[in-house]
């Protein structure tokens, strides 16, 4: 059975609906909007949330495997939400068996701008990367 996969904004959510008969297949709650569809990837659906976690799901039943929220639990009001300082918005991308991801706002606010990667299957972080700037550690060129 094919599905089609569909991100609702404003409620937090990821559907999954039967792409011959339209029908819900089943629906995942995140704890922040979720602005881009999922990443397909080896029966997993890898997606970020403005909730400040990267999320990974079974693609056949949309059970949770893993949930990662790579920094503190810092909320601020965006759109009239709670919403993470670091949000992890658009789609997961999939690179040579890792999953990249950035969470933050804006390379000169909150400490930067923070890149992962992660093993898809486990949501282990392999590699991280703060990035600020453009401006060294320091705060000069």
Known sequence: MDSHLHAAVHRHQVLAFDADAGTPLWTFTA????????TYYQ???????RDGSAYCLR?????????FAP???RLICAYEQPESAWPIHGSIL?????????AGRNSF????????AL?????????RKR???????????
């Open 31 to 38: 704890g922040g909007r979720v602005d881009s569809p999922p």
């Open 43 to 49: 029966g997993l659906l890898l997606f970020g949330s």
């Open 59 to 67: 693609a056949a039943d949309g059970a949770l495997v893993w949930r």
């Open 71 to 73: 920094l503190e639990r």
């Open 94 to 102: 999939i690179r040579e068996g890792l999953a990249y991801f950035v």
């Open 109 to 116: 606010t909150d400490g930067g701008i923070f890149l992962y």
């Open 119 to 127: 093993d898809p299957r486990s949501g282990e972080v392999v590699h």
């Open 131 to 141: 990035m600020v700037g453009p401006y060294g550690e320091d705060g000069f060129p």
